[in-house]
């Protein structure tokens, strides 16, 4: 692994703005990993859906595809104008958005909410995880995904080489515990109805060449959680 102590850090919006052109076609581990994973535990996800921190579309497009009503809100103008450029359907809603700052989306208004490799950006888990719940319909579910705190033990955050650069570049992060993000679930009156946590695997590592030298090693927390009905 690389010595993450001496990577260049940047602040979270301006990484992932950087990172945007060429966020699709990069080799990343975490997300070979996280794809499948929060697709499943997804699932049907019919009716109407919140993605927070929506990116380019990875999760976004394919459930607007299969019939969901999706909003999706990201504060990377970057990755949103890669999202824009792949033309999304009307059933796809796009809001510019610091998430940090509250949700610009009605109480009540949403089935679904889905937060997949944001939280490690968060310092507030529970303000964020109260408004998940607040912009739910009573009984609706919360996915969430994110890199295992294993890998903040070792000083790991999201990551990128701009195209041309030897040396890679570390988005800003916070190193929460498992117990942080379970006692922001509960305060926020979130039921776990599952808790995965996930190794790279060969399967993975087979369709990302970066992946191979994570083998075993614990990459991703995700939940599934209930609102209160």
Not at 87 to 98: C, G, S, V
């Amino acid at each position: 692994m690389e010595p993450s102590q001496r990577l260049p850090r940047v602040p979270v919006r301006d990484g992932y703005d950087r990172w945007a052109p060429h966020y699709d076609d990069y080799d990343n581990a975490v997300i070979a990993l996280e794809q499948p994973v929060v697709t499943r535990l997804i699932g049907d996800a019919p009716g109407r859906v919140a993605d927070i921190g929506c990116g380019t579309g990875r999760h976004a497009l394919p459930l607007a595809a299969r019939g969901a009503r999706v909003t999706g809100v990201d504060f990377s103008t970057g990755m949103l104008a890669a999202l824009r450029r792949k033309r999304p359907p009307a059933t796809l809603t796009l809001i510019e958005h610091d998430l940090r700052t509250g949700l610009p989306l009605a109480t009540g208004a949403f089935d679904t909410v889905l937060c997949s490799l944001v939280l490690e950006h968060i310092t507030a888990l529970g303000d964020v995880l109260g408004e998940f719940v607040r912009v739910l319909r009573p009984g609706g579910r919360v996915v969430l995904a994110d890199l295992h705190p294993e890998m903040f033990r070792r000083g790991l955050h999201a990551r990128f080489r701009v195209e041309g650069d030897e040396e890679k570049i570390q988005i800003e992060g916070v190193d929460h515990t498992i117990s942080d993000y379970v006692m922001a679930i509960v305060g926020a009156g979130l039921v776990i109805e599952a808790m995965e946590e996930h190794r790279m695997d060969e399967v993975t590592a087979a369709r990302s060449p970066s992946a191979r030298k994570y083998i075993g090693e614990p990459m991703l927390l995700c939940f599934a959680l209930r609102a209160p009905a």
